[in-house]
């Protein structure tokens, strides 16, 4: 079975902090994505990456940046955590573009709350 | 941009009813695949069904059907004989391709309660 692993089912942080949500993917896919959820807002794109070191901005990418040094792993790095930024963040991953049909698998979700 | 748009804000059915969730796209791109997922209170994202633009026909996965409307670019999940199991949140999604990528977009998501 594919597996999307994050980090951390639960973080909390301060203010100001820098924080690193970490995703790890063991089906060798190329493309991944980083969402963030929020009630009555669904699921909004932050960022994705189509191939190592390769990413585009999504939706709402202010106040966010991401890291792909291995195919298996893509970070999501906040600069300087804000209160705002407190939400659900869903990691995904999928397999070429070339296989349209292909659903994106997902991570467990890691609830940020930033204080 | 795209966009997909999902309005019900919540829906109710009576356990073994059918229940239709609705959603709507836009998009100028010709080829595109369309999806729902499920997301229970636990959180976990399930993949349900998947129709592309270019099928012939409405996609099938179990109780899990598609109403695929190209032409009003709407994609509605029929769920059949509802089961207290199926009280979730339901997303409607769509990949494009955006030059050599692709984006999956989420709509809003409707919430489904099943009552016994």
């Known amino acids: 079975d594919v597996k999307v692993t994050q980090s951390s089912r639960y973080l909390v942080k301060r203010t100001g902090e820098k924080v690193f949500l970490e995703c790890v993917q063991d089906?060798?896919?190329?493309?991944m994505f980083w969402y963030r959820q929020d009630p009555g807002l669904g699921l909004r794109l932050i960022y994705f990456s189509y191939d190592v070191k390769m990413k585009e901005k999504g939706d709402i990418p202010e106040g966010y940046s991401v890291s792909r040094e291995k195919k298996e792993r893509f970070s999501l790095i906040l600069e300087s955590a804000s209160t705002n930024q407190t939400s659900m963040y869903l990691c995904?991953?999928?397999?070429?573009?070339?296989?349209?049909?292909?659903?994106?698998?997902f991570g467990q979700g890691t609830r940020l709350t930033v204080v | 941009a795209q966009k997909i748009t999902q309005t019900q804000p919540g829906m109710f059915v009576q356990e073994k009813e059918a229940v239709t969730l609705d959603c709507t796209y836009d998009?100028?791109?010709?080829?595109?695949?369309l999806f729902w997922y499920k997301q229970p209170s636990s959180g976990e994202m399930i993949f349900l069904i998947y129709q592309g633009s270019y099928d012939q026909q409405n996609a099938t996965e179990g109780r899990y059907s598609l109403n695929f409307q190209k032409a009003r670019k709407s994609a509605n999940l029929v769920i059949s004989a509802s089961q207290l199991g199926d009280s979730a949140m339901y997303f409607c999604?769509?990949?494009?391709?955006?030059?050599?990528?692709?984006?999956?977009?989420f709509g809003k998501g409707i919430t489904l309660s099943v009552r016994p």
């Open positions: 998009t100028s791109d010709p080829s595109y695949g």
């Open positions: 089906m060798d896919h190329e493309n």
């Open positions: 999604a769509t990949r494009f391709i955006t030059g050599a990528n692709s984006k999956l977009t």
């Open positions: 995904a991953s999928s397999p070429t573009t070339g296989r349209m049909s292909t659903e994106a698998f």
